[in-house]
T-cell receptor, first 112, second 115 residues
Framework: DTGVSQDPRHKITKRGQNVTFRCDPISEHNRLYWYRQTLGQGPEFLTYFQNEAQLEKSRLLSDRFSAERPKGSFSTLEIQRTEQGDSAMYLC??????????FGPGTRLLVL | AQSVTQLDSQVPVFEEAPVELRCNYSSSVSVYLFWYVQYPNQGLQLLLKYLSGSTLVKGINGFEAEFNKSQTSFHLRKPSVHISDTAEYFCAVMVGGGGADGLTFGKGTHLIIQP
């Protein structure tokens, strides 16, 4: 069990740039989740995949955000035209069942 | 929609003393309940979860929690804390059964262990 991995661990970008994060789930986990955690807050659910299908999207996921899981394995989260308010920790989790989510270490994004 | 309230943002406790971290939830449907721990610059680790059955749930690192449906609470307890328990603790709720999969988290409680 290698755990959930995320890349990069840290990203600094300028406002208006696009960024893409990658999540590699635990192998054979068919469920994959993205959350966002801002400073001093708990994580907030963004979106959920079962295999390659995106089944749930939070209203927090604006049009500038897009997530994919093309082959049902790794996933990417892209933010277009970043804003300072996008600065946060982006967490990925995977699970074999909905009630057992394993979290990765997160990608910390800073938008200048 | 579900919501979670963690009543204390910080809880200072002396080492080897007992601790209780409070969590209340709101939901119109049945829920699953969770406690996660987050150490600095790390992801979340599951401490314990309540799905159904016995209302007293035991987890890792000596933690336990009790589900109280009438008070809509799921408080976390440990009889004797250690310096290594210093971390951020999050209570979370999820719609039970075949409902939505996303977790709804509280704002967290920072547990500070004093020597």
């Amino acid at each position: 069990d290698t755990g959930v991995s995320q890349d990069p661990r840290h990203k600094i970008t300028k406002r208006g740039q696009n960024v893409t994060f990658r999540c590699d789930p635990i192998s054979e986990h068919n469920r994959l989740y993205w959350y966002r955690q801002t400073l001093g807050q708990g994580p907030e659910f963004l979106t959920y995949f079962q295999n390659e299908a995106q089944l749930e999207k939070s209203r927090l996921l604006s049009d500038r955000f897009s997530a994919e899981r093309p082959k049902g394995s790794f996933s990417t989260l892209e933010i277009q035209r970043t804003e300072q308010g996008d600065s946060a920790m982006y967490l990925c989790a995977s699970s074999p069942r909905k009630e057992t989510q394993y979290f990765g270490p997160g990608t910390r994004l800073l938008v200048l | 929609a579900q919501s979670v309230t963690q009543l204390d943002s910080q809880v200072p406790v002396f080492e080897e003393a007992p601790v209780e971290l409070r969590c209340n939830y709101s939901s119109s449907v049945s829920v699953y309940l969770f406690w996660y721990v987050q150490y600095p610059n790390q992801g979340l680790q599951l401490l314990l979860k309540y799905l159904s059955g016995s209302t007293l749930v035991k987890g890792i690192n000596g933690f336990e929690a009790e589900f109280n449906k009438s008070q809509t609470s799921f408080h976390l307890r440990k009889p004797s804390v250690h310096i290594s328990d210093t971390a951020e603790y999050f209570c979370a709720v999820m719609v039970g059964g075949g409902g939505a999969d996303g977790l709804t988290f509280g704002k967290g409680t920072h547990l500070i262990i004093q020597p």
